[in-house]
């Protein structure tokens, strides 16, 4: 079964603090991974994509196929990077499957 | 950038009633929009795959007479809530996927349905 996981619903941490939101996939074919981002009062926005391998307003996010995760990392936080974060799996139908969410809060 | 217009962003009717809500694609063909609900605080929840020119995929559980989904261009999709009751409270996502963007959707901003 395809599932996207995200253990936690709420992530705190206090700016210039690493973070790491973790996202666990399973899917038995080749996976396609993204984090979208969810500002306050905005639209749901695409943040990243494991096939850029690219690095977005400072975070990173690198497929593990051995764990089968997709965590999102930045190793100092800003205020600014408070928002809902979701973890993504397409396939071959050219569907998305959400993780839960994830709402990191940065603390001043 | 590919935005995504979705209208109206909140509306209020009577139970009983239809509302249509219209997705578009403002500055690229969508080939595929998919529409989603989302509860509060949980997650985006697919409830069906739109394709242009052809009947759309509905996910299990989601009632095809009650969600009517209409794609009639490359830059528009409908999805009309019929005989909505209260319990169709939601709010409402859709997006659009660009054609050759396999797996890149744009979001709507979505649109809040409140049923009396």
């Known amino acids: 079964a395809q599932r996207v996981t995200q253990p936690e619903k709420l992530l705190s941490v206090f700016k210039g603090a690493p973070v790491e939101l973790k996202c666990n996939y399973s899917y038995s074919g080749s996976p396609e991974l993204f984090w979208y981002v969810q500002y306050s009062r905005q639209r749901l926005q695409l943040l990243l994509r494991h096939i850029s391998r690219e690095s977005i307003k400072g975070f990173t996010a690198d497929l593990n196929k051995g764990e089968t995760s997709f965590h999102l990392k930045k190793p100092f936080a800003q205020e600014e990077d408070s928002a809902m974060y979701y973890c993504a799996l397409g396939g071959n139908t050219g569907k998305l499957i959400f993780g839960q969410g994830t709402t990191l809060q940065v603390k001043p | 950038g590919a935005v995504v217009s979705q209208h109206p962003s909140w509306v209020i009717c009577k139970s009983g009633t239809s509302v249509k809500i219209e997705c578009r694609s403002l500055d690229f063909q969508a080939t595929t929009m998919f529409w989603y609900r989302q509860f509060p605080k949980q997650s985006l929840m697919l409830m069906a795959t739109?394709?242009?020119?052809?009947?759309?995929?509905?996910e299990q559980g989601v009632e095809k007479d009650k969600f009517l989904i209409n794609h009639a261009s490359l830059t528009l999709s409908t999805l009309t809530v019929t005989s909505a009751h209260p319990e169709d409270s939601s709010f409402y996502i859709c997006?659009?996927?660009?054609?050759?963007?396999?797996?890149?959707?744009?979001f709507g901003a979505g649109t809040r349905l409140s049923v009396l």
């Open positions: 997006s659009a996927r660009a054609v050759l963007a396999k797996n890149i959707q744009y």
């Open positions: 739109s394709n242009e020119g052809s009947k759309a995929t509905y």
